[in-house]
């Protein structure tokens, strides 16, 4: 079964400072994968996701991720974050089932912390 | 618009109660999913529908009950609940894949806060 790893549960970054947030996936076949931000009790927000060809993605709010066949990683990156990017991030793949819809599977999430 | 709308915001209910949960989009998308979401946990998903059918059940307990009425609607009912079913319920939605198992990016609603009591 498909699943993704998020190794880091916290990361306290300094206001300004850059940011990479890890992912890694462990399905064999082309991966789907998502980025998703939450903020403290809100639904998730799509930053950006990648399904095939340029393997630098942007995003929204000045994020973007580089998909790594080679390390079977999908990390997300931010030049300079902003107190408002404190929340958290949740990296998906795609969950085969039925079809033609699939779930998504998520990893366990990070939460970043801005330090002013 | 990707906007996906839920309602209540929050629900308290015993576990006598019977309630219902209800999503709605008006993005034209054919695929509807329901994921229940622990305190610091990820997202878990429960069932999917596709154009109205049920398509995916991640053998959730049948006091849970979701229905897809049309394809702007997908409610989930509740019956004799337990404590333990205490989450934030999550409504997403995505276009249809209309080609192989491709993958389509799923828009989620703001959640249904449920608590049992």
């Known amino acids: 079964a498909q699943s993704v790893t998020q190794p880091d549960i916290h990361i306290t970054v300094s206001e300004g400072a850059s940011l990479e947030l890890r992912c890694n996936y462990s399905?064999?076949?082309?991966?789907?994968l998502f980025w998703y931000v939450q903020s403290p009790g809100q639904g998730l927000q799509l930053l950006l996701k990648y399904f095939s060809g340029d393997t630098l993605v942007q995003g929204i709010k000045g994020f973007e991720a580089e998909f790594k066949r080679s390390q079977s990683s999908f990390n997300l990156r931010k030049p300079s974050v902003h107190w408002s990017d404190a929340a958290e991030y949740f990296c998906?793949?795609?969950?085969?089932?039925?079809?033609?819809?699939?779930?998504?599977?998520f990893g366990k999430g990070t939460h970043l912390i801005i330090q002013p | 618009d990707t906007e996906v709308t839920q309602t209540p915001k929050h629900l308290v209910m015993g576990m006598t109660n019977k309630k219902s949960l209800k999503c709605e989009q008006h993005?034209?998308?054919?695929?509807m999913y329901w994921y229940k979401q622990k305190a610091k946990k990820p997202p878990e998903l429960m069932f999917v529908y596709s154009y109205e059918k049920l398509s995916i059940n991640e053998s959730v307990p049948s006091r849970f009950s979701p229905e897809c009425p049309n394809s702007s609607l997908l409610n989930l009912h509740l019956h004799a609940l337990q404590p333990e079913d205490s989450a934030l319920y999550l409504c997403?939605?995505?276009?249809?894949?209309?080609?192989?198992?491709?993958?389509?990016?799923?828009?989620f609603g703001p959640g249904t806060r449920l608590l049992v009591l």
């Open positions: 998906a793949d795609r969950k085969m089932g039925g079809g033609g819809a699939d779930g998504l599977t």
């Open positions: 993005m034209g998308h054919r695929a």
């Open positions: 399905y064999g076949a082309t991966p789907y």
């Open positions: 997403a939605s995505s276009q249809e894949s209309t080609v192989g198992r491709g993958v389509k990016t799923q828009y």
